[in-house]
């Protein structure tokens, strides 16, 4: 993976890769990175953050944040994801994410199959996560940020689980939704939590 990559309309540096975690997820925000990688500062080892163990993970989101030229995190709220649904949502954190940016991409690559509307240069990429090494840094950067989000809420609602499902519809959080019902950060729309809901 590297910048000269073929498809992409864009030979010069300041090229950034986005993408998000948690589309999937009940509950918390989902979370979109936006990463300008350094070539003068390669990073070894970038990759898909789902295929990285989480250990792997935490050392490279520190190496992005001290090696890259900008890194900046988007976040759409839950209340968001249910007034526009979860693909704007993750538009719009997108979007947020490379507006953040300190310094400003002249090109931008997304990971996925649409780019947000916004006035950005841009293209998008299916599976770009895994082909591209700026859209790789941003996956690791937008998982590890939302994860840490899960241990944060799992502090304050430690009878869901969150620490060990990060909000997914596994069982054990189905059966903590029955058990406990929906806090303020489960997402509304999505149909497990809408089911709680309903039998209340």
């Not at 840490?148 to 054990?172: C, I, N, S, V, W």
């Amino acid at each position: 993976m590297t910048f000269e990559e073929p498809d992409i309309h864009y030979s010069g540096h300041l090229l950034a890769g986005v993408d998000e975690a948690g589309r999937g997820p009940l509950a918390g925000d989902v979370v979109a990175a936006a990463v300008i990688l350094d070539p003068q500062q390669p990073i070894e080892g970038l990759a898909d953050s789902k295929k990285i163990s989480e250990k792997k993970r935490e050392q490279l989101f520190e190496e992005i944040h001290q090696k890259a030229i900008a890194v900046a995190v988007g976040r759409a709220s839950v209340a968001e994801i249910d007034e526009l649904n979860i693909l704007w949502a993750s538009m719009l954190a997108m979007k947020r994410a490379v507006e953040a940016l300190v310094v400003q991409p002249e090109h931008v690559v997304v990971d996925g199959n649409r780019v947000p509307k916004w006035t950005y240069s841009a293209q998008a990429f299916i599976k770009g996560d895994q082909r591209i090494t700026c859209i790789s840094a941003g996956s690791i950067i937008a998982k590890v940020t939302r994860d840490r989000d899960m241990f944060a809420l799992a502090r304050d609602y430690p009878q869901y689980g969150f620490e060990k499902h990060k909000g997914y519809p596994t069982a054990a959080h189905r059966a903590a939704l029955v058990e406990h019902g929906v806090t303020q950060y489960h997402r509304t729309t999505f149909g497990p939590v809408r089911a709680v809901l309903e039998q209340c």
